[in-house]
């Protein structure tokens, strides 16, 4: 099993930053990608942001030039800085990690998502 903790979620006012974390832990052999998700209330779970274990990265075009995905490998775990934050990136953000739990057996697996609220 694996589980993924999410931290650094809250109100924050417009204009203002967040930093997500994300880390995994228990039984993992090898993480893959890890990705952002969020979904705001009566909208559709969408992709925010995604990093391949490579450091590849791709964002959202709401999100370009204001949030950053980035990885320690090292600690299991991803982050995602959000900067100049607006009222509608206010939504549950959810990490995602494709994981390898043992050198053939690969899952995919979820955290429990935080709230980000951004108002003033």
């Known amino acids: 099993q694996v589980q993924l903790v999410e931290s650094g979620g809250g109100l924050v006012q417009p204009g203002g930053s967040l930093r997500l974390s994300c880390a995994a832990s228990?039984?993992?052999?090898?993480?893959?990608?890890m990705a952002w998700y969020r979904q705001a209330p009566g909208k559709q779970r969408e992709l925010v942001s995604a990093?391949?274990?490579?450091?590849?990265?791709n964002y959202a075009d709401s999100v370009k030039g204001r949030f950053t995905i980035s990885r320690d490998n090292a600690k299991n775990t991803v982050y995602l800085q959000m900067n100049s934050l607006k009222r509608e990136d206010t939504a549950v953000y959810y990490c995602?990690?494709?994981?390898?739990?043992?050198?053939?057996?690969?899952?995919?697996?979820w955290g429990q998502g935080t709230q980000v609220t951004v108002s003033s």
């Open positions: 995602n990690a494709h994981v390898a739990i043992t050198l053939i057996q690969r899952r995919d697996y």
């Open positions: 990093i391949t274990n490579g450091g590849g990265t």
């Open positions: 228990g039984s993992i052999f090898t993480i893959y990608d």
